[in-house]
């Protein structure tokens, strides 16, 4: 890494790049967090909604208590489309647009050319490379990964990835900034695909796809298990936690004889391709792995929303408790 890059002393402004589900929710985080937010899009449409979105998600944090008054924190947000005038200002761009390699690179080159030169880009990619992406500016030491997870006004975790190029000055301050707007901010040191959560949520997914392929249980039994059972545990123990309570050597003995039986395979699940084909994507087209038809997305949204915020309340109380 290199420690040339100097990014500003503090983070002020902050401008979102790409408005869609990920990108809203971001804003409206560094909004309630006291910041000066602008989002853009590209496509009109979705800057357009996402004026609704964030008002929805205002209310819903006033309603449990975790803002006093939307209308203070939305003055705070405002809309562009016109992305050099968005980020011109900025001390952080936050770059949020679709999930593909090219088009983040070339968002970024725009980025490059219109922000001010000490500005931190950062990417909230799922799992590309940090340093692919860095590549297409200018000054790739001022590039930083910042990995939200939905709805990003809620969970707390944001993984900081370093890319080859990033310099340590700005993961410094990136993680910093993240930690002092009361986000679980976590240093990934190594750009590999994927990082931290999304490689061990897709390993578990991946395995429950297969016991549902296979039969073992129904869907609903599955889900069942997991935030009956270990899921239940997850928020208090983490993983290394559980297992050094449990004992490295009862560990030791469940993975020798579970490991050989459990799915190994490379390509995407066979029961996720087939729902795809099928269109059954999940709530918004009526059916996915369930049946939806006759579910209001927003309503199941908002109810998601206020069960997550009772789990941050006691998250929040554990987390701040001296050990």
Known sequence: MSDSTAPPESFETVAVVGAGLMGHGIGVDFAVSGLDVTLYDADEDV????ESQVRSALETLERNGRIEDVESVSDRVSWNDSL???VAGADLVVEAVIEDAEIKQTVFESIDEHAPADAVLSTNTSGLSITEISEAVSDPGRVVGTHWFNPPYIVPLVEVVEG???SDAVVEATYDFLEATDKTAVRVRKDITGFIGNRIQLAMAYEAF???ERGVASAEEIDKAVKAGFGFRLPALGIFEKVDQSGLEVHHEVEKYLMPELDRGTDPSPVLEDLIEEGRTGIRSGRGIYDWDDSDPEEVYEKRDETLLSYL??????DSDPE
């Open 47 to 50: 800057l357009a909604d996402s």
């Open 164 to 166: 080859e190029h990033t």
């Open 313 to 318: 309340e006691t998250f929040e109380a554990v």
């Open 84 to 86: 050099p005038a968005a």
């Open 210 to 212: 297969s016991l549902l």
